[in-house]
């Protein structure tokens, strides 16, 4: 079966690599990306693909909101799956000021399934019709130190505690609702923290790398001791794909690399890669509310569906994303000056 992809927030980290990986492993496959082009989105990260006349008629870019009703039923009418990303989605800024979040991640999601329920209700929606909503193993809340065999299932309960976290658990609920109510088949993925490239340099790895890089240091939060299941986002892509295909809709699945590090251990794997002494971590006040251990117990999706990680050995995929950021000082040097924001006019002009 062929499938063109509606993927929402295309221009992000994860997008961006979801949009590469569909192009090169499904060559049958088209997709067409939704993205508003917020702070964290830059289409720089996928102009290659936009200048490659091959994928012409295999890759489109939309710039749009998911908020915007009309503009999202007349896209998915055109297409016959959904892979949902959209999302503001980090934590610190969600501290800092949740609107966004509830706006986007909670209401965004809403008017994406709405639309999608007129288009069936009008019986528009493709009959092959399948989707996924992308989102995170924050919302399960956070796992104790001390019971390292704790792990989240599929039936943990939703507890996010971070306003992020808490605007994805709600798109979670809405999404379930829209299956259970409307019959629209969608599955819901949680994945754990990923790394790779084209990671918005405000995000661990990336902001301490490129921090290196400038010869400034970097901030570490409290004590360092908090855990996150490390998955490098080619076997993220892979497993949504996998989920696409595959999923039983209505169902939810996990998506982790067994990969537990803790913050003060994923920094000294950092300073290694690139030859920086322990001086450059600076201690900083911890985030407020940190979530303490994150793990993904991934059975149900290696079981049921097949899938398997195999791009996340550690330390090795994170010296190649620590050489990614090395290699590539014009990716990330736009991104911190702020010019990326100019790409978009310079390429299509004010619309
Ligand atoms: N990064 C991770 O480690 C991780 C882990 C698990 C799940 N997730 C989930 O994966 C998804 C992608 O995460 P990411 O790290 O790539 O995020 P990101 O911030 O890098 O990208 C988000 C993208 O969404 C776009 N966007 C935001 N609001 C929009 C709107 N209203 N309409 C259209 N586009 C909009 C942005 O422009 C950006 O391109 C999110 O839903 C996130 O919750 C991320």
Same mark, same amino acid.
């Given at each position: 079966?062929?499938?063109?992809?509606?993927?929402?927030?295309?221009?992000?980290?994860?997008?961006?690599?979801?949009?590469?990986?569909?192009?090169?492993?499904?060559?049958?496959?088209?997709?067409?990306?939704?993205?508003?082009?917020?702070?964290?989105?830059?289409?720089?990260?996928?102009?290659?693909?936009?200048?490659?006349?091959?994928?012409?008629?295999?890759?489109?870019?939309?710039?749009?909101?998911?908020?915007?009703?009309?503009?999202?039923?007349?896209?998915?009418?055109?297409?016959?799956?959904?892979?949902?990303?959209?999302?503001?989605?980090?934590?610190?800024?969600?501290?800092?000021?949740?609107?966004?979040?509830?706006?986007?991640?909670?209401?965004?999601?809403?008017?994406?399934?709405?639309?999608?329920?007129?288009?069936?209700?009008?019986?528009?929606?493709?009959?092959?019709?399948?989707?996924?909503?992308?989102?995170?193993?924050?919302?399960?809340?956070?796992?104790?130190?001390?019971?390292?065999?704790?792990?989240?299932?599929?039936?943990?309960?939703?507890?996010?505690?971070?306003?992020?976290?808490?605007?994805?658990?709600?798109?979670?609920?809405?999404?379930?609702?829209?299956?259970?109510?409307?019959?629209?088949?969608?599955?819901?993925?949680?994945?754990?923290?990923?790394?790779?490239?084209?990671?918005?340099?405000?995000?661990?790895?990336?902001?301490?790398?490129?921090?290196?890089?400038?010869?400034?240091?970097?901030?570490?939060?409290?004590?360092?001791?908090?855990?996150?299941?490390?998955?490098?986002?080619?076997?993220?892509?892979?497993?949504?794909?996998?989920?696409?295909?595959?999923?039983?809709?209505?169902?939810? #699945?996990?998506?982790?690399?067994?990969?537990?590090?803790?913050?003060?251990?994923?920094?000294?794997?950092?300073?290694?890669?690139?030859?920086?002494?322990?001086?450059?971590?600076?201690?900083?006040?911890?985030?407020?509310?940190?979530?303490?251990?994150?793990?993904?117990?991934?059975?149900?999706?290696?079981?049921?569906?097949?899938?398997?990680?195999?791009?996340?050995?550690?330390?090795?995929?994170?010296?190649?994303?620590?050489?990614? #950021?090395?290699?590539?000082?014009?990716?990330?040097?736009?991104?911190?000056?702020?010019?990326?924001?100019?790409?978009?006019?310079?390429?299509?002009?004010?619309?």
């Amino acid at each position: 079966m062929t499938r063109h992809i509606l993927l929402t927030g295309g221009c992000g980290f994860i997008g961006s690599n979801f949009v590469r990986f569909v192009l090169r492993e499904r060559p049958g496959y088209r997709v067409t990306n939704l993205d508003a082009l917020t702070y964290s989105g830059n289409p720089e990260n996928l102009a290659d693909i936009e200048a490659d006349s091959a994928l012409r008629d295999r890759y489109r870019f939309v710039k749009g909101d998911i908020r915007d009703a009309d503009l999202v039923q007349k896209l998915m009418g055109e297409c016959n799956a959904l892979v949902h990303m959209a999302a503001e989605s980090h934590v610190d800024r969600s501290i800092l000021d949740a609107r966004p979040f509830v706006e986007t991640n909670v209401l965004g999601t809403q008017t994406l399934l709405d639309g999608i329920r007129r288009l069936k209700h009008a019986g528009k929606l493709a009959g092959d019709f399948r989707g996924v909503h992308v989102s995170t193993d924050e919302v399960y809340g956070s796992l104790p130190l001390d019971r390292p065999e704790l792990k989240f299932t599929e039936e943990t309960p939703i507890c996010g505690n971070s306003p992020y976290a808490a605007s994805k658990a709600a798109s979670d609920l809405l999404v379930q609702a829209y299956h259970h109510t409307f019959g629209l088949p969608l599955c819901i993925t949680r994945c754990s923290n990923n790394f790779g490239p084209y990671q918005f340099p405000e995000k661990v790895i990336p902001l301490f790398v490129t921090n290196l890089i400038e010869g400034r240091k970097v901030p570490l939060y409290g004590d360092g001791l908090n855990v996150r299941d490390w998955l490098h986002v080619e076997d993220h892509c892979e497993a949504v794909l996998t989920v696409l295909e595959k999923g039983v809709p209505g169902e939810v #699945y996990n998506i982790g690399g067994n990969n537990e590090r803790n913050n003060k251990e994923l920094t000294h794997s950092i300073l290694k890669a690139m030859g920086k002494p322990p001086e450059m971590i600076q201690p900083v006040t911890d985030r407020l509310g940190h979530d303490r251990r994150y793990a993904i117990d991934p059975r149900k999706l290696e079981t049921k569906l097949g899938w398997r990680p195999t791009r996340s050995a550690w330390p090795q995929a994170l010296e190649a994303t620590v050489r990614w #950021y090395v290699e590539n000082p014009q990716w990330w040097q736009r991104v911190k000056s702020g010019a990326y924001r100019q790409y978009y006019e310079q390429q299509y002009g004010r619309r």
